[in-house]
């Protein structure tokens, strides 16, 4: 795997909806994990949401119901964020990796494969 890329942020009024795409110039391995991640001006970056080729998934619980993240085998790993609010506001990165035996893919799951982010802003 190489650096994936972001793409699909924008400015958006409170209540919308973005879908980000994360791509990268290889192709998927058969095992990977996969997440988004996100940091607003001034605080820590947080995990958003995570993935695994088991489409076992995790969301942080303050976008749970709202956001969405999928992957397909040969697709690019998507999240949908709908009911945006300004407190979503933040670069969204994503990060990838190929899934070991016995490694959670979880908040803590040390990616090797980040992207540059794509911004996404959310008026109030």
């Known amino acids: 795997q190489a650096q994936p890329v972001e793409s699909g942020g924008g400015s958006v009024q409170a209540r919308g909806s973005l879908r980000l795409s994360c791509t990268a110039p290889?192709?998927?391995?058969?095992?990977?994990?996969m997440g988004w991640f996100r940091r607003a001006p001034g605080n820590l970056r947080e995990a958003v949401a995570f993935?695994?080729?088991?489409?076992?998934t995790a969301y942080a619980e303050s976008v749970k119901g709202r956001f969405t993240i999928t992957k397909e085998r040969k697709t690019p790993m998507y999240l949908q964020l709908n009911g945006l609010k300004p407190e979503d506001s933040g670069m969204y990165y994503c990060?990838?990796?190929?899934?070991?035996?016995?490694?959670?893919?979880?908040?803590?799951?040390?990616?090797?494969?980040w992207g540059q982010g794509t911004q996404v802003t959310v008026a109030s």
């Open positions: 993935i695994d080729s088991d489409r076992r």
């Open positions: 990060a990838t990796d190929f899934w070991g035996p016995r490694e959670v893919c979880d908040l803590g799951f040390d990616f090797r494969y």
């Open positions: 290889r192709y998927t391995p058969a095992a990977y994990c």
